[in-house]
């Protein structure tokens, strides 16, 4: 399929009114009504509207179904979100705004169920899920909310990205457009709290300790999460030891922490918690959006849209993935991510030409059906839009690139009869994630210099000579390690990383306002994407195999999708280590159940890496043809 390359901005006119939005604004050109919509099974949801009083003409309904509360309540109160964010521009289209507390939290009645699983038969009406609460709260809507063009939308972001991406199996026939964004879709595969089995400890200790809390009746106050009693995360969560000994303050009333420690593999109940089991279901235009260096559901969003395009072939479904962190697009104008700069606001970009165009086309009938390319992808390192006429693109060449002796890769395979590479993984003295001393996970070490892990005698550094032409990686990326441990399991991190030459420096003049210290970008190591693979799922996420000590063994590790162009005088970098903490939980590198063993089973491994003609470790690039 065809590409483009966007340099200049097209801006999609929407029409606006020229004012600015403000409380006072909406209070006279808004009204608010706050009402409990009955569910099939007569659980009652507690929902906000936020409704024009022009009566010129019918409007299309936008909701949003969350978790983490429609707040404020009080039909006077109004969010601050309707004039603070991109979506004052449906405010000024005079769309009506939709809010609901989903079932369970805030002032929704019923039981809470995380990514509660989709029941594709449903018998009676005690056969509820995400999806027909959906169904249920859209067919309300558009029977008793007057001056209604009887069209419906859903968006949402993380959480809510899972219920806009369940409200698309309603099949309501009013829901004519959703956009899932960065959509929670598999919390053992690839979102949140697990990448490929390994646990994310500090994400969902943070999450959970708060969220998780039981709710003893409808509230509008939020649960506090837990007090860390020291700013440096990694020294607390190092000196907390094994997953069991973190029970100890939580306690024992978070459900879903204490079911996922019962479900070590992925068993049936994971498996029903992946929205992507139910795509073949998906009929109104779907619109998938994410950020690359999304720290939390990047996978999410790349493979949905994947799944949908597998299961519903003809369903209208787009692509948008931009240089952004989690929810980045909804109001930073997206310049740059820590160190790393974009050249452009291309979170502005985003919801002038993509998102707003959607929407009203699928629900006011505005534009083109063709406005949108099938996926719109930003490159960073050559920083422009890229469109495709499929994702990953048709014009992709899946090239094996080889570890070699002496710290290089090549294209070569290697031609050494014996060559390898060792090191001893300490699981009591991991590799930290970031290089500094942080009181909070970071979203900036997405794109993060990783010189400070390259020092490390715990991490593996292979690189390319200087590239004399650029090359352009579109798709994911394949580990296939050939490896030998001492011990029964370990993990394995992979890292694709951008070198930059000696001499690199940013022209700062187009960027970016609010950095106050300009980093040393000459030999910077970005992190362009990593993931990590625990090995005893080497043969599938539903059955975990110990490793055969001191045998040869091969770790296949996908990482999330890339798109990134390595320009001509940079070099391709990959790194391999064992540890990433506290991203993740240290395993035991022995093969025991991870989340019941004790401190003293945690152990070193020697690892070793092969790189010879025989045993030849390689990175499956996706690198794109012209």
């Known amino acids: 399929m065809f590409h483009k390359i966007f340099s200049v901005l097209f801006i999609f006119s929407i029409s606006l009114k020229a004012q600015s939005i403000d409380t006072a604004w909406l209070a006279k050109n808004y009204s608010k009504k706050e009402v409990m919509i009955s569910m099939r099974d007569g659980v009652k949801l507690f929902t906000a509207i936020y409704s024009p009083n022009d009566k010129s003409e019918k409007h299309p309904i936008l909701m949003l179904r969350t978790p983490y509360s429609v707040a404020p309540y009080g039909k006077n109160k109004f969010s601050a979100n309707l004039y603070t964010t991109h979506w004052a521009n449906y405010i000024k289209a005079n769309y009506i705004l939709v809010f609901q507390d989903v079932r369970g939290k805030y002032m929704s009645e019923g039981e809470f169920v995380d990514v509660r699983p989709f029941i594709e038969n449903k018998k009676t009406k005690k056969d509820i899920d995400e999806a027909s609460d959906s169904y249920d709260a859209i067919d309300w809507l558009v029977k008793n909310l007057p001056n209604t063009n009887g069209n419906v939308g859903v968006f949402g972001i993380s959480y809510p990205g899972f219920y806009a991406t369940m409200a698309a199996l309603s099949n309501h026939p009013a829901l004519k457009a959703v956009s899932p964004q960065a959509p929670v879709t598999d919390w053992f595969i690839g979102d949140d709290f697990h990448h490929n089995g390994a646990f994310a400890l500090g994400d969902a200790f943070n999450f959970y ?53 019962e479900h070590p593999n992925y068993d049936a109940w994971w498996q029903s918690r992946d929205a992507r089991r139910a795509a073949k279901h998906v009929k109104p235009a779907m619109l998938v959006v994410g950020g690359t260096f999304d720290a939390e559901d990047c996978w999410g969003a790349w493979n949905l849209y994947k799944a949908i395009e597998a299961q519903s072939p003809s369903t209208t479904n787009k692509l948008v993935m931009g240089p952004w962190y989690h929810g980045g697009w909804l109001r930073s104008e997206g310049g740059y991510l820590g160190n790393v700069r974009f050249g452009s606001k291309t979170s502005q970009y985003y919801q002038t030409n993509l998102e707003i165009p959607f929407f009203e086309y699928y629900l006011r009938g505005k534009g083109s059906a063709d406005a949108l390319a099938e996926a719109s992808v930003f490159f960073t390192g050559e920083n422009n839009w890229r469109s495709f006429g499929s994702w990953p693109p048709n014009m992709v060449n899946n090239r094996s690139i080889y570890l070699q002796e002496n710290q290089k890769l090549s294209f070569d395979k ?213």
Not at 210 to 234: A, I
Request: aromatic residues 12%.
């Open 209 to 261: 300790s708060g969220f998780g809390k039981p709710r003893p009746k409808p509230t509008t106050e939020s649960d506090k999460g837990f007090v860390f009693p020291e700013k440096d995360l990694y020294s607390f969560y190092l000196k907390q030891g094994a997953l069991k000994n973190f029970k100890k303050l939580l306690g024992d009333s978070i459900k879903f922490w204490n079911d996922l420690c």
């Open 414 to 626: 290697p031609s050494k009869s014996f060559s390898q590479s060792n090191y001893i993984s300490n699981p009591n003295k991991p590799v930290p994630y970031a290089e500094n001393v942080y009181s909070r996970r970071t979203r900036e070490y997405m794109d993060d210099d990783q010189r400070f892990a390259a020092r490390r005698s715990d991490v593996l550094v292979f690189e390319t000579e200087v590239l004399q032409t650029e090359m352009v990686l579109a798709g994911p990326v394949i580990a296939n390690l050939i490896v030998n441990l001492s011990t029964s399991d370990a993990d394995f991190v992979v890292k694709v990383i951008d070198v930059f030459p000696d001499n690199f420096q940013y022209d700062t003049s187009y960027c970016c306002k609010g950095v106050k210290n300009e980093a040393e970008m000459a030999g910077y190591q970005m992190l362009v994407r990593a993931e990590i693979m625990r090995g005893k799922y080497r043969h599938g996420f539903d059955k975990p195999q110990p490793f055969d000590t001191n045998q040869n063994d091969t770790v296949t590790c996908v990482l999330p999708d890339v798109a990134h162009t390595f320009k001509q005088g940079h070099k391709l970098m990959i790194q391999i280590q064992s540890t990433w903490f506290p991203l993740f939980d240290r395993n035991p590198q022995q093969y025991v159940d991870i989340y019941k063993c004790e401190d003293k089973d945690f152990i070193s491994s020697e690892i070793t890496i092969f790189h010879d003609a025989q045993k030849a470790s390689s990175i499956i690039l996706p690198i794109l043809k012209y």
